[in-house]
């Protein structure tokens, strides 16, 4: 079936949720008290599992090569949203921050290099390289085509 890249993978993310959700039943209902009725099959449903993980396999391997010609942008988007992510968490509170009570009272006094306004000029400026890499991203998903297998189980 010739599909759209955006649409493999939603396909993909589909096959990731039943596989999750395949190897969870056999984990509740492999091991029961003896005698306690079991609500599947647990045999043939790690059987699906088996099957789903095959399946989600071809498919990320059919997605990675589509990806091929638009892989720098993958990787740049990612370290991107990860240089964001480590910004959004540095602390910027320049302040006395005062502890203990009466005699025990301790003052301590911190500072910053980077300041609020800045951290948050360079999130900004990241963000706005962020959002264009996924618009390329997104138009590339929309209007690549792949051939995916026949995905019934």
Do not use: C
Not at 15 to 38: D, Y
Not at 53 to 60: E, I, M, P, R
Not at 92 to 102: A, F, L, M, P, Q
């Amino acid at each position: 079936m010739k599909v759209s890249l955006a649409r493999a993978l939603k396909e993909k993310n589909r096959l990731a949720g039943k596989l999750r959700k395949a190897l969870n039943l056999v984990q509740e209902e492999n091991r029961k008290i003896a005698g306690s009725p079991r609500s599947i099959d647990v045999a043939q449903q790690l059987a699906t599992a088996e099957q789903l993980s095959a399946q989600l396999a071809q498919v990320k391997s059919i997605i990675a090569v589509a990806n091929g010609p638009i892989v720098g942008t993958i990787v740049e988007l990612e370290e991107t949203k990860s240089l964001i992510s480590a910004l959004e968490a540095v602390d910027t509170k320049d302040e006395i921050e005062v502890s203990g009570y009466g005699a025990n009272q301790v003052e301590k006094r911190y500072d910053v290099v980077l300041q609020a306004p800045v951290v948050l000029e360079k999130i900004a400026k990241l963000q706005a390289r962020a959002d264009a890499l996924q618009d390329q991203l997104d138009e590339f998903n929309a209007t690549t085509r792949v051939t995916l297998p026949d995905l019934n189980p």
